[in-house]
């Protein structure tokens, strides 16, 4: 490749995102969208280096984030499972890391995480692993792909439509509304805190409203008892976010939603719904996607340590003594401890 690399903000580049079409394999998380997510919610500076264009198009998408409590840093990309470098050859690939690299001590960055890809450079080993989980749409009828669900899965959407639940599909700022309060009950039940109000309000502003999004809802009633947030961009559909209430894993809400989510993926076109990421030990959620007839393969992380100048190993910080705390706290003091704590664990 002959042009130089370049350090890009999408949020300043008019046709970002047609570039990212032409160019091809592309995915919901490089795009504009998602950055201005980011930067809106939590002040995170796009850096995102880049090499020719069109169809030969090579980037590597960072965040620039800086925090008073844990330090400045890059992060290919905050509170995204899988943004590996985008490139058709290997080379390009490692030119734009090598090139972040050497940027990083001028920065001031601590170090630069990498999320997903394979080895570029001598002693790139995995700091964390998990499982990712993709359905394939393409080609396949409705009833095929209900066919490929699990026996237990199916019972369980079959329950759900026979308990009387209705599902919703759509784009309106309700329904964030109706997810952001079953997300903050899901969060509490697995230990953690709820994200802003303001992230998913600028999901609804950046996301939904442009066409790039959706939020499927299953109700009892007026009551929303599961639901989902879906991303889309090109050919691939993006599962990011899932929740119920007590009541909608008695009725099987998430079996219904997620059938759902791949049924009306499937009929927009969309030749793959990735299931996002799951951590190695969580057995349960990792049974519940193969449950829905995925594919399955492993995803690498990599952490660069400038200050040791080494790839270094990390460790999972969604586990942990933590979890216990939240799980006792009442939901809206949870809520303000999110509020002020996502910019910096990023």
């Not at 042009?3 to 592309?26: E, S």
């Not at 002040?43 to 030969?56: A, I, M, S, V």
């Not at 439509?161 to 997300?183: C, T």
């Not at 961009?233 to 993006?238: I, K, M, Q, T």
Request: glycine share 10%.
């Amino acid at each position: 490749m002959t042009t130089a690399c370049r350090i890009l903000n999408p949020l300043a580049q008019a046709q970002w995102d047609d570039q990212l079409a032409a160019a091809g394999n592309h995915g919901f998380f490089h795009t504009s969208s998602w950055a201005r997510v980011l930067a809106d919610t939590y002040g995170f500076r796009p850096c995102y280096y880049t090499l020719g264009d069109g169809q030969d198009m090579a980037i590597l998408a960072l965040m620039d984030v800086r925090s008073a409590l844990t330090g400045r840093r890059a992060v290919s990309l905050p509170f995204t499972d899988a943004a590996p470098i985008f490139s058709r050859t290997p080379e390009t690939a490692r030119e734009l890391l090598s090139r972040a690299l050497a940027d990083g001590p001028a920065n001031g960055w601590r170090y630069i995480e990498l999320r997903g890809g394979e080895p570029l450079v001598e002693g790139m080993t995995p700091s964390l692993s998990y499982w990712t989980h993709d359905v394939d749409l393409a080609g396949r009828s409705e009833q095929q792909l209900f066919d490929a669900l699990d026996e237990s899965m199916g019972r369980g959407v079959r329950k759900a439509s026979k308990a009387g639940l209705r599902v919703q599909v759509d784009s309106e700022p309700g329904s964030i509304e109706h997810f952001y309060h079953l997300n903050c009950i899901t969060r509490r039940e697995h230990g953690l805190p709820p994200q802003p109000l303001a992230f998913f309000r600028n999901v609804q502003r950046h996301v939904l409203s442009t066409g790039r999004g959706r939020v499927v809802l299953a109700f009892e009633g007026a009551q929303a008892v599961a639901g989902a947030v879906l991303f889309h961009f090109g050919e691939r559909a993006v599962f990011k976010y899932g929740a119920s209430s007590a009541r909608g894993q008695d009725l099987r809400g998430n079996n219904l939603v997620m059938w759902e989510a791949i049924r009306w993926s499937a009929i927009q076109g969309f030749r793959e719904l990735q299931l996002g990421r799951t951590n190695l030990e969580h057995e349960g959620l990792r049974r519940f996607k193969l449950n829905l007839g995925s594919r399955e393969a492993l995803l690498h992380y990599y952490k660069y340590d400038f200050c040791g100048a080494t790839f270094v190993q990390d460790k999972d910080k969604l586990t942990g003594w933590h979890n216990r705390v939240f799980r006792m706290l009442p939901i809206p003091v949870g809520r303000a401890v999110g509020a002020v704590m996502y910019r910096h664990v990023a």
